[in-house]
């Protein structure tokens, strides 16, 4: 039973374009969703975060949107730069835990 | 400085053995997570540390599993008799404090169970 779900398993966007990621949760006790970035052979890196009392956060290229009625979280990535290409993890907190789910995950390709 | 560091990167085990991976947290933070990752898949929360107390074990799967941070630094999970389905990426992370939602990832030891 997957609780934070990425539904686009990859996503190929052109150098200068707008790259949107997406996910899907269905719980509605999270209260705090993340990024993280993944390049090959390496950990997940944090990228950006978002409390369930906002719906906007931004950090330079990178921003996350929350809709919490949809139960919708998108990353949206503007100008797309062929170093991000990666796989995207997004992640939530269980409110009241230290428990973080995570889904499973999207590559984006870059292509120059 | 120095990230978070996770010893040995790869393993090979021969099943019904007993592993022990180790993880080494960045330098003064407090908060001390486990997690296993499959192919294809996210991370999978395994247990959660704050300081030396394990506040929170429920993603552990089966008594096998289990984890200690005795001086509320280096980490160790025990995984015993181990099964081939074991097998998998196993990541620890670490965050400054408990109200810190930023994580930071060791590269992880690859666990195979022949």
Known sequence: DQQVKQNSPSLSVQEGRISILNCDYTNSMFDYFLWYKKYPAEGPTFLISISSIKDKNEDGRFTVFLNKSAKHLSLHIVPSQPGDSAVYFCAAKDSGTYKYIFGTGTRLKVLA | ?114
């Open chain 2, 1 to 114: 400085g120095a990230g978070v560091s996770q010893s040995p990167r790869y393993k090979v085990t021969k099943r019904g053995q007993d592993v022990a991976l180790r993880c080494d947290p960045i330098s003064g933070h407090v908060s001390l997570y486990w997690y296993r990752q499959a192919l294809g898949q996210g991370p999978e929360f395994l247990t959660y540390f704050n300081y030396e107390a394990q506040q929170d074990k429920s993603g552990l799967p089966n008594d096998r599993f289990s984890a200690e941070r005795p001086e509320g630094s280096i980490s160790t999970l025990t995984i015993q008799r181990t099964e081939q389905r074991d097998s998998a990426m196993y990541r620890c992370a670490s965050s400054l404090a408990s109200n810190s939602y930023e994580q930071y990832f060791g590269p992880g030891t690859r666990l195979t169970v022949t």
